[in-house]
């Protein structure tokens, strides 16, 4: 299978012995998209509407903030905030609370656990998950899935950085693990897990021992003797357990 536009991306991430391959992509991905919409892009019509409409999770706004375009991302709030005030104040107007009874009333407040009980705080639900940067990662992260499991049914080349690799952080592991549920054949799928799982496992071992030495390493009686791997194994280990780059520098637009 020749590299093309389509798979040189996942290809390039396989080759760049990162944690997790599908982090790695993730990571560039939303810087694009950070880039791009403080760029001149969110001077753009088309990038507006989508901007108003989606809005940014807390992460994405943070990451817009820490930019440094303060001009864009005010320009980029004034036209979300007024559409959401405008939804904002339709919601409220609609609002009609539920009945309400003792057993309610003597019951553990947890409103994160349970269902949104009215269209209003279901609202609010909608716009914390709603992002235009989740959005753009979400989108070409499906094709990249795609195009993973394309690549090992036809690659030999890709199998072999696939076994080489440092397996891939528990969130993304898992939904490969799902999606290998559609892409692979029986027979396939009797190659894949094993070779996977054997990945993971390694991987997960070597980083907590990596980060168990570190923790070692910083008794005094071990002071002499050397670091190994373990010096960014905190990060690392954090990667591994949830996915992204803890210890990344704030990204910041070019001087």
């Known amino acids: 299978m020749k590299e093309d536009i389509s798979t040189i991306p996942l290809m390039d991430a396989m080759k760049a012995g990162d944690e997790c391959p599908f982090c790695y992509l993730e990571r560039k991905a939303e810087q694009h998209a950070i880039s791009f919409i403080l760029g001149s ?10 901007t108003d409409e989606a809005g940014f999770c807390r992460h994405h706004f943070k990451m817009m903030y820490d930019y440094g375009n303060r001009l864009g991302s005010a320009l980029i709030l004034s036209t979300h905030m007024k559409k959401l005030n405008q939804k904002l104040a339709q919601e409220l107007k609609d609002f009609v609370p539920g009945k309400s009874n003792i ?3 003597m019951k553990r407040t947890d409103p994160k656990v349970s269902p949104a009980k009215t269209a209003l705080g279901a609202w609010v ?4 998950q709603s992002c235009y940067v989740c959005n753009h990662f979400r989108d070409i992260y499906h094709r990249y899935l795609d195009t993973f499991f394309a690549l090992y049914r036809k690659n030999q080349e890709f199998r072999s950085l696939l076994t080489q690799s440092k397996g891939f952080c528990l969130p993304h592991f898992g939904d490969l693990v799902e999606c290998a549920e559609d892409k692979l054949s029986d027979a396939q799928k009797k190659e894949f897990y094993p070779a996977v799982f054997a990945l993971m496992q390694e ?9 168990s030495w570190f923790v070692e390493k910083n008794d005094h009686r071990n002071k002499d003797k050397d670091w190994g791997n373990s010096a960014d194994s905190v990060q690392r280990a954090m990667q591994k357990c949830t996915g992204g780059y803890p210890a990344d520098p704030i990204f910041k637009i070019k001087p």
């Open 203 to 211: 991987h997960m071992d070597r980083v907590q021992e990596e980060v």
């Open 103 to 105: 057993m309610k009333r």
């Open 125 to 128: 639900s909608e716009q914390e």
């Open 41 to 50: 892009a969110y001077m753009e019509d088309y990038i507006r509407e989508k």
